[in-house]
């Protein structure tokens, strides 16, 4: 209903706009002579006037009413904007936005402006995944429980590739060799052993890779180190609830976790499956829940590895209607995660999902790539049609008008994770990122930040900045951040009452927000 509202809506509007900008063109097209020209002026001003004007009211935000309270903040807010972008125009190289992020995330969270979008209910982020949830400093302290393995290359590097909790030695590896944390923070300078350890938990300093096959190479070495850090089983429980801490922290009130449901270990040789993994992601957010009244919850998309066999991919399916049957709160839906240019493409296993279409919500990656033409572009098609409720990047959406038309039709959410596609490489500079154009027309999206952690991003902030200061019009103001984070409980996934339940929780933060800086005021 929502949507054909909109749609009628939209056609009103066009006719009646296009209709004064025709008469104003046949008007203009008349006229001649010096004599006219200040009514061709006239004529010229009006149109432009009118053309900004539609734009405005069309894009993202533009029809959010804000209240008196709500235009004090917006004013506020609009003045730090304009001054950083003012600094840009004038000196390019004195915005920091339009470099990388490696080099503006310290400056940019010292402005008084990131300082409010932090303080900001923004609602939830629908994108995330479980490895790269905690800042690297929670993770470095995590380093000091006993009982903690590391496996050094015997490169000349030395870099550190595996960590694991044992009593004894684990297990030979053939291109590292294991000794205690503990002892190599005796024999080498301990400094020195954080250092290095936080250096390969992040892909910070690196902004430049050959390609994107060097980039996710070294993505998937942050993965192999933390895995076995994180998935020892007191470990777990509390990471997520860790995480669950520094998201609120940062004024999310919601987090969809995609998780490959990772098999947890402990010391004595205790027997886990994926079901285990996830009670206690579940139990976490029951007990965060519990302390913290007004966050709204987390829940579970399980998203395994894209580049597998046929038969662990139907394995897959099996688990997803397991998680589904014993976790019926917790559970979301279904996604799979890697390189999607390397791994297999939806279209491959389309029989097996359109027979769980009915039962399993999809939440799939797709278009995440560069190409043009390929599988992994058509993967949105495929996502589109198999019935995905969102689509995770779609970076490649704009190039299918096609497919960009059904998805809109059928509501289908993209999530943008600005700082990821730039560290990933995908974009260069952030203003060049395609979702400005969703965001000119008003396309359902929310903002989301992937894998903050591994580019030391604050769990939403920092993607939320980009996308206010660049991804958006200049002119766009707190009725776009508005209706990011209102998208974001629109677009979660929530059955009627519970959606209901968490725009109320959302816009009491909202209001109280909007209070607290009309008092300080
Ligand atoms: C812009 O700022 C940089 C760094 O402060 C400076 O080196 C450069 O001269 C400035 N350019 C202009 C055109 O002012
Ligand atoms: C940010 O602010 C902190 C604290 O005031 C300061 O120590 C730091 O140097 C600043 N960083 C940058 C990059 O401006
Ligand atoms: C895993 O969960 C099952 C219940 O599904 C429980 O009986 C078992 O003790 C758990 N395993 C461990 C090692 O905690
Ligand atoms: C785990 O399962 C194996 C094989 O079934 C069994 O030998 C072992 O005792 C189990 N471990 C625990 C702690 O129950
Ligand atoms: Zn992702």
């Known amino acids: 209903m929502a949507n054909l509202r909109w749609i009628r809506n939209l056609a009103i509007f066009l006719i009646l706009s296009n209709f004064l900008v ?47 309270k709500e235009r004090v903040v ?7 904007k304009q001054h950083e972008l003012e600094l840009g125009l004038k000196n390019i190289s004195h915005f920091q936005v339009a470099q990388h992020f490696f080099r503006s995330f310290e400056k940019i ?12 209910p923004k609602g939830g982020v629908l994108h995330a995944h479980d490895m790269a949830l905690c800042s690297s400093e929670y993770l470095l302290s995590l380093t000091y429980r006993e009982h903690l393995w590391i496996c050094v290359a015997k490169s000349e590097t030395q870099e550190y590739k595996m960590l694991r909790f044992s009593l004894l030695q684990p297990q030979h590896e053939e291109s590292c060799e294991w000794s205690l944390l503990s002892e190599l923070r005796q024999s080498v300078l301990s400094d020195a052993v954080d250092k290095k350890l936080l250096a390969q938990l992040t892909m910070y300093p690196l902004e430049h890779f050959p390609n994107e096959d060097t980039v996710w190479k070294r993505f998937r070495s ?6 076995g850090l994180l998935t020892y089983a007191p470990v777990w429980s509390d990471y997520i609830y860790k995480a669950l801490e520094e998201f609120y922290a940062d004024g999310v009130q919601y987090l969809e976790i995609r998780s490959v449901l990772p098999i947890l270990y402990d010391l004595s ?8 993994t996830t009670r206690v992601m579940r139990d976490a957010d029951l007990r965060f829940r519990a302390s913290y009244p007004d966050w709204i919850g987390s829940r579970l998309i399980y998203a395994p590895t894209r580049k597998v066999s046929d038969a662990r991919f139907v394995e897959y399916l099996g688990n997803a209607l397991l998680l589904k049957s014993h976790f019926p709160d917790y559970f979301a839906g279904f996604d799979l995660v890697g390189w999607e240019d390397e791994g297999r493409p939806l279209h ?62 059928r509501n289908v959410a993209i ?19 395609p979702a400005s154009v969703l965001f000119a027309v008003n396309y359902p999206v929310v903002i989301a930040s992937d894998d903050p952690s591994f580019w030391k991003a604050t769990p939403l902030t920092h993607d939320f900045y980009m996308a206010f200061m660049v991804i958006a019009s200049r002119k766009a103001d707190l009725g776009l951040l508005k209706q990011l984070a209102s998208n974001s409980i629109t677009y979660g996934a929530f ?10 929780k959302w816009h009491k933060r909202w209001n109280q927000w909007i209070d607290n800086i009309n008092t300080k005021l």
């Open 22 to 68: 025709f008469a104003l063109l046949l008007d203009l097209s008349a006229l001649h002579g010096y004599a006219q020209l200040a009514e061709r002026v006239r004529i010229y001003e009006t149109m432009r006037a009118n053309i900004l004007e539609k734009e405005s009211n069309n894009q993202l935000g533009g029809r959010v009413l804000l209240n008196a």
């Open 74 to 80: 917006n004013e506020l807010i609009m003045l730090e």
């Open 109 to 120: 969270g010292n402005t008084t402006l990131f300082q409010n979008l932090k303080t900001m």
């Open 222 to 227: 942050i993965f192999r180190l933390v895995v």
């Open 269 to 276: 040789g205790g027997n886990y499956t994926l079901l285990n």
């Open 348 to 409: 491959d296993y389309a029989r097996e999902l359109l027979a769980l279409q009915d039962e399993i919500h999809f939440y799939f990656h797709a278009g995440e790539t560069n190409w043009y033409g390929t599988n992994t572009d058509e993967n949105l098609l495929d996502a589109v049609l198999l019935g995905t409720k969102r689509i995770g990047h779609g970076l490649a959406l704009l190039k299918h008008p096609e497919v960009l038309q059904l998805a809109r039709l």
């Open 415 to 433: 999530e943008i994770n600005p700082i990821s596609n730039q560290v990933l490489q995908y974009i260069g500079d952030l203003r060049t990122h």
């Open 495 to 504: 059955s009627g009452n519970e959606r209901e339940a968490a725009f109320e």
